[in-house]
């Protein structure tokens, strides 16, 4: 279901209860997210992103920069939210997660947590960034990952998604820091990091959050879960999430 913003999607139906906006990770929009719909707690309104360069919007040129696609995410977002709600991104949609969060706590929004999965914090800095990657490199690095088995792209699809995934990994290196971060960069509202024990870089995930928020950082390793957690153990996630924003009120 369409919103009023191209930018949003509503994945679940509108609800009156809790809400919680998606940011999907690097080359994928809101259609990821409707594995989560069997597992969905009651009454939850779950709307994802949809940046332009993906699905329906793939003849949009994708962003490369996180400034004007965090403006307008956030403003997109401040537009629809009618009450208070939750941010969660995973891997590279945790960082712009992370910025939509800042900016709208700037402008007084109601935001209540960030849930930031498997992804490291904006002062780890890679140097490998894979932005300006051949796309051999880059698939080869898609496919460590786990995200996609040898065979599963035709030459067809990997026309529209390596530029999108190349433009979004340039987005996510935006987002990064070379310091850590200033008191005027932490948000003010709890992180909840969130990774899988088989994930390469799970300490890195589950510990490098704590310096961005003033309030409290909480941490949730789920066993047996890798990079792709999210959509590995979606029932999992969603009972993390759902506790969360209980421990919220």
Same mark, same amino acid.
């Given at each position: 279901?369409?919103?009023?913003?191209?930018? #949003? =999607?509503?994945?679940?139906?509108?609800?009156?209860?809790?809400?919680?906006?998606?940011?999907?990770?690097?080359?994928? %929009?809101?259609?990821?997210?409707?594995?989560?719909?069997?597992?969905?707690?009651? %009454?939850?309104?779950?709307?994802?992103? +949809?940046? /332009?360069?993906?699905?329906?919007?793939?003849?949009?040129?994708? !962003?490369?920069?996180?400034?004007?696609?965090?403006?307008?995410?956030?403003?997109?977002?401040? =537009?629809? !939210?009618? =009450?208070?709600?939750?941010?969660?991104?995973?891997?590279?949609?945790?960082?712009? %997660?992370?910025?939509?969060?800042?900016?709208?706590?700037? =402008?007084?929004?109601?935001?209540? #947590?960030?849930?930031?999965?498997?992804?490291?914090?904006?002062?780890?800095?890679?140097?490998?960034?894979? !932005?300006?990657?051949?796309?051999?490199?880059?698939?080869?690095?898609?496919?460590?990952?786990?995200?996609?088995?040898?065979?599963? #792209?035709?030459?067809?699809?990997?026309?529209?998604?390596?530029?999108?995934?190349?433009?979004?990994?340039?987005?996510?290196?935006?987002?990064?820091?070379?310091?850590?971060?200033?008191?005027?960069?932490?948000?003010?509202?709890?992180?909840?990091?969130?990774?899988? +024990?088989?994930?390469?870089?799970?300490?890195?995930?589950?510990?490098?959050?704590?310096?961005?928020?003033?309030?409290?950082?909480?941490?949730?390793?789920?066993?047996?879960?890798? +990079?792709?957690? /999210?959509?590995?153990? /979606?029932?999992?996630?969603?009972?993390?999430?759902?506790?969360?924003?209980?421990?919220?009120?």
């Amino acid at each position: 279901m369409l919103t009023s913003d191209r930018l #949003l =999607r509503v994945v679940s139906g509108r609800t009156a209860g809790p809400l919680v906006f998606l940011f999907p990770p690097s080359g994928s %929009g809101p259609s990821l997210f409707r594995q989560w719909l069997p597992y969905r707690p009651p %009454g939850l309104e779950m709307v994802a992103v +949809h940046a /332009p360069g993906r699905e329906d919007r793939f003849t949009e040129p994708a !962003a490369t920069d996180v400034a004007p696609l965090a403006d307008d995410i956030a403003a997109a977002i401040d =537009r629809y !939210a009618d =009450r208070p709600f939750v941010i969660f991104g995973h891997s590279a949609g945790a960082l712009l %997660g992370r910025e939509v969060a800042w900016r709208l706590r700037r =402008r007084s929004r109601p935001v209540a #947590l960030l849930v930031a999965a498997n992804s490291a914090a904006p002062d780890v800095v890679f140097a490998n960034t894979l !932005a300006d990657a051949d796309d051999a490199t880059l698939l080869a690095a898609v496919r460590d990952w786990g995200a996609t088995p040898d065979g599963l #792209l035709s030459d067809d699809m990997l026309e529209a998604f390596l530029p999108c995934l190349r433009a979004d990994m340039a987005v996510a290196q935006s987002c990064r820091r070379t310091k850590p971060p200033a008191p005027e960069d932490r948000l003010d509202i709890p992180i909840a990091a969130l990774t899988g +024990h088989d994930d390469p870089a799970a300490e890195m995930h589950s510990t490098s959050w704590s310096a961005w928020t003033s309030v409290a950082s909480i941490t949730h390793v789920v066993p047996g879960g890798g +990079h792709f957690l /999210p959509f590995e153990q /979606p029932e999992a996630v969603l009972e993390i999430l759902a506790r969360e924003i209980s421990r919220l009120g």
